[in-house]
Nanobody, 120 residues
Framework: EFQLQESGGDSAQTGGSLRLSCAPNGYYGVFCMAWFRQAPGMEREAVAA???????VYADSVKGRFTISKDNAKNTLYLQMNSLEPDDTAMYFCAADRVDWSLFPRYNYWGQGTQVTVSS
């Protein structure tokens, strides 16, 4: 069964950096992948996505601060988060699918999440 596992969540100070990773439990071919996040009491929101031919797309709130990347050989997804702000505090989830959903939360496969907490 295809499963995703996130790692790298931690506590950070405002202005700090964290790097999240998301790896599948095996090689299943090429997937489109994305990062979403959900803060307590809030709806899940898109953060960034890598689309079918490698282009990237970001939510306005993270443009210029976050960078999504992917190791295609390992199908491992990364999210480099710089200039962190308290509003970035959330559970971060990675998602994958053979369909290019971009920033729409309709991916078929989801990880369990990794917590990011940013303090001022």
């Amino acid at each position: 069964e295809f499963q995703l596992q996130e790692s790298g969540g931690d506590s950070a100070q405002t202005g700090g950096s964290l790097r999240l990773s998301c790896a599948p439990n095996g090689y299943y071919g090429v997937f489109c992948m994305a990062w979403f996040r959900q803060a307590p009491g809030m709806e899940r929101e898109a953060v960034a996505a890598i689309r079918l031919f490698g282009s990237t797309v970001y939510a306005d709130s993270v443009k210029g601060r976050f960078t999504i990347s992917k190791d295609n050989a390992k199908n491992t997804l990364y999210l480099q988060m710089n200039s962190l702000e308290p509003d970035d505090t959330a559970m971060y989830f990675c998602a994958a699918d053979r369909v290019d959903w971009s920033l729409f939360p309709r991916y078929n496969y989801w990880g369990q999440g990794t917590q990011v907490t940013v303090s001022s």
